[in-house]
Nanobody, 114 residues
Framework: VQLLESGGGLVQAGGSLRLSCAAS????????MGWYRQAPGKQRELVAA????????YYADSVKGRFTISRDNAKNTMYLQMNSLKPEDTAVYYC????????WGQGTQVTVSS
């Protein structure tokens, strides 16, 4: 599976963004998938995860109630709707399987200004 993240950008605190993850390969539909993020100087962390069937199985405490993960298996695409963004959400966001594969895409930068 190859992964291409998009949808990041610069937004003011309180704003919203919708990230997309386009996956190639035939195994996307059978994998649990997740959104991860890595802020400067910090380790990469799992933010949200979803089962192959589209059931959400995890949100980090820091994003609960603000972020929504979803997927469209017909399009081999996963999404992350991010609302009420905070400066501490600033990071590079990646999609990957859960548990993650060794391969990582380039990610998409999200910058939230205060």
């Amino acid at each position: 599976v190859q992964l291409l993240e998009s949808g990041g950008g610069l937004v003011q605190a309180g704003g919203s963004l919708r990230l997309s993850c386009a996956a190639s390969g035939s195994t996307f539909n059978i994998k649990a998938m997740g959104w991860y993020r890595q802020a400067p100087g910090k380790q990469r962390e799992l933010v949200a995860a979803i089962t192959p069937g589209g059931v959400t199985i995890y949100y980090a405490d820091s994003v609960k109630g603000r972020f929504t993960i979803s997927r469209d298996n017909a399009k081999n695409t996963m999404y992350l709707q991010m609302n009420s963004l905070k400066p501490e959400d600033t990071a590079v966001y990646y999609c990957n399987a859960v548990p993650n594969m060794a391969y990582w895409g380039q990610g998409t930068q999200v910058t939230v200004s205060s």
